[in-house]
C-alpha cells in the first residue's frame, strides 16, 4: 500500500513554456501533499504543502505564481511550472500525506526530471 | 532549532560490514524519525520509522537507535550489501508541528562487493 505515482517521469521543453506535472496517490486518500524540488547531491527543498480544497502554502522564497499548485481531489495534486526557464530545471518530488496512529507519514512519488532549454 | 543535522555525508562500507548514520536535533518537540532510502532517479522510498517512546526499533537488517536525553538517532545496517547503496536521509517531525517534515542533509552510502 501507500503508493504514489508522479507523471510525467522526465520531461524536455523550452523556455518560456509551461510544464505540468501530476502527482496521485494510488491506494489512499491524501487531504494533504506536498511538493519538494531536489537539485543534484542535495537534500530535499520544500517548495509548497498543498492541501485538497484550499489554496496551497508556499515555503519563503518560492514563487506561488511561477510554481502553481492545484489539488482538486483527496488523490491528485498538481505542480504547473509556468514559463520555464534553464534555471527551473530539477527533480522534482512529491509526496502524499497519511496519517498512522495520530501520526503523519509522507510516501513520495517517484519524481520528474524536469530539463528546460 | 528546526534543523536535522545528519553525518556522515559519506559512507563506503565492505560488504557484509555495518553501516551506521548517525542524526541530531534540537527541537524536543519532534516526536517521529523516518528514515528514506533514495536511489539515484527515484524518489525517496520509507524505510524504517521511529517514535520516541521506545530506545529501538528493529526491522530485517535495519535498526534505529534512538537516544532521546541526547537528541540522537541513527539508523544500523547489518550485513550491508551492494544493493544498499543509495542516499539514506533521516527526518523529524511533530504532531504539535504540523505536517511539514525536517529533513537532513542525506548520507551517500557505497557498499562495496
Known amino acids: 500500500g501507500a503508493v504514489v505515482s508522479q507523471h510525467p517521469s522526465w520531461v524536455i521543453c523550452k523556455s518560456g513554456t509551461s510544464v505540468k506535472i501530476e502527482c496521485r496517490s494510488l491506494?489512499?486518500?491524501?487531504?494533504?501533499m506536498f511538493w519538494y524540488r531536489q537539485f543534484p547531491k542535495q537534500s530535499l527543498m520544500l517548495m509548497a504543502t498543498s492541501n485538497e480544497g484550499s489554496k496551497a502554502t508556499y515555503e519563503q522564497g518560492v514563487e506561488k505564481d511561477k510554481f502553481l499548485i492545484n489539488h482538486a481531489s483527496l488523490t491528485l495534486s498538481t505542480l504547473t511550472v509556468t514559463s520555464a526557464h534553464p534555471e527551473d530545471s530539477s527533480f522534482y518530488i512529491c509526496?502524499?500525506?497519511?496519517?498512522?496512529?495520530?501520526?503523519?507519514?509522507?510516501?513520495f512519488g517517484p519524481g520528474t526530471r524536469l530539463t528546460v532549454t | 532549532q528546526q534543523q536535522v543535522k545528519q553525518s556522515p555525508q559519506s559512507l563506503i562500507v565492505q560488504k557484509g560490514g555495518i553501516s551506521i548514520i548517525n542524526c541530531a536535533y534540537e527541537?524536543?518537540?519532534?516526536?517521529?524519525f523516518p528514515w528514506y532510502q533514495q536511489f539515484p532517479g527515484k524518489g525517496p522510498a520509507l524505510l524504517i520509522a521511529i517514535r520516541p517512546d521506545v530506545s529501538e526499533k528493529k526491522e530485517g537488517r535495519f535498526t534505529i537507535s534512538f537516544n532521546k536525553s541526547a537528541k540522537q538517532f541513527s539508523l544500523h545496517i547489518m550485513d550491508s550489501q551492494p544493493g544498499d547503496s543509495a542516499t539514506y536521509f533521516c527526518?523529524?517531525?511533530?504532531?504539535?508541528?504540523?505536517?511539514?517534515?525536517?529533513f537532513g542533509p542525506g548520507t551517500r552510502l557505497s557498499v562495496l562487493p
Open positions: 527526518a523529524a517531525t511533530s504532531r504539535s508541528y504540523g505536517q511539514n517534515f525536517v
Open positions: 491506494d489512499f486518500q491524501a487531504t494533504t
Open positions: 509526496s502524499a500525506q497519511s496519517t498512522s496512529g495520530g501520526y503523519y507519514e509522507q510516501y
Open positions: 527541537n524536543t518537540a519532534f516526536d517521529y
